[in-house]
Structure formats: C-alpha cells, structure tokens
C-alpha cells in the first residue's frame, strides 16, 4: 500500500519534503504533483524504477523520458543548448513545457532515445516540485502520469491512490492540479518543433 504525504501546496513542509526525499533516496517510485497533472518520478540511478514507470504507462524503448529540474542550471547539464535555444529555454521556464534536446554525458545511455540520443527535460511552476528537486539535490527521472486507458494525466491522490495503490510507494497529495499535459518542444535539429500542444502557450515556438 502506498504511503499518502500531504503535503502544502505554496508553503511546503521541510519535514514533510524531507521524508518524500528520504523515501526516493530509499529506491521508492513516487506519484507527485507538477504543474501538468501528476507525474511519475523516481531518481536516475534507480533501474528499477525506469521499468517500473515502463510498466505502469505500457511504454516502449523509444519513449523520452522527463528529467525534471529545480532550475536552469540544473538543466543545462544534461543537454546541450545553442544560444537561440538557451534565450528561448530560459524565458518559458518554469512552466508547463518538455523540451526534447541532445544529452550530454551526464546523461545515463538508457534514459535517451536509442537513436536520437535526446532526452526530455523540463522546469515545473511548482512550489511542491521545487522543494522536492532542491531537498534532493538533483533532478527527477519522470513520465507524466496519463494510464494506458486514459487520454490525460492523474490530477487528484484520491485517483493516484485508487488506481496505483499497490504500484507506486509513495503518493503526494497538495491539492488538484490541472489535467493538461505539457507542451513538448522537439529541439534536437536545432530548431524548435511543437510536437504536441498542451498547457504551455506554443506561440514562442512556432
């Protein structure tokens, strides 16, 4: 059975943010909120909780996974941006957006795309988020939390609860959250390609 962390949406608990941070420090698969709905997120050294998120959403080899950020700086270390990218970047985050970019090295091979190289990298407009990222002092290996059956992302821990239960670990619950999706912003050619619209305004990228 999942453990349910209540935790406050503008003025997140450290005691709280500490123990979610102790539990994925422990190897747990969490269920969070972001922005965007609610997201599956687990730390990038857990292999084990890569295919348990691959199992959960029914997900192939050639999905981008999510590596969530606490800021710009974090995520500039795990890809590789050009100038135009980086201006573009920097003035849509924090928001509701995935950008799909070349790693760097510091990218584990099994999270990027098998031919691409690229992974999916994003800032949350989240308090709770944030918290969590910089209590843990690196960002979030993460899918949005949309069932095999459903068109769009968990947005309340009484719906994580009943459908992931006995699945995930641990279930963090500040509140609803918008069920839109992120917008995600292909960048790998060098130049931006909205590749689906959701919560995040795409005019700067078209």
Partial sequence: MARLVDIHP?????RLVGQVVAALEEGALIAYPTDSGYALGCRIGQHDGTERIRQIRRLDAKHHFTLVCCDFGQ??????????????????????????????SEVPRRLAHPKKKTVGVRIPDSRVVQALLRELG??????????????????????????????????????????E??????????????????????????
């Fill in 10 to 14: 503008v003025d997140p608990q450290p």
């Fill in 75 to 104: 995520l500039g270390q795990l890809v590789r941006l050009d100038n135009a990218a980086f201006r573009a970047i920097k003035a849509a985050t924090p928001g509701p957006y995935t950008f799909i970019l070349p790693a760097t």
């Fill in 181 to 206: 999706p992120t917008t995600v912003v292909d960048w790998s050619a060098g130049y931006p390609e909205v590749v689906r619209v959701g919560a995040g305004d795409p005019a700067p990228f078209e």
């Fill in 138 to 179: 690196e960002p979030l290996l993460s899918s949005t939390l949309i069932l095999p059956e459903q068109a769009e992302p968990l947005t309340q821990a009484w719906e994580v609860s009943e459908s992931l239960d006995r699945t995930v670990d641990l279930i963090v619950d500040s509140g609803d959250v918008v069920a």
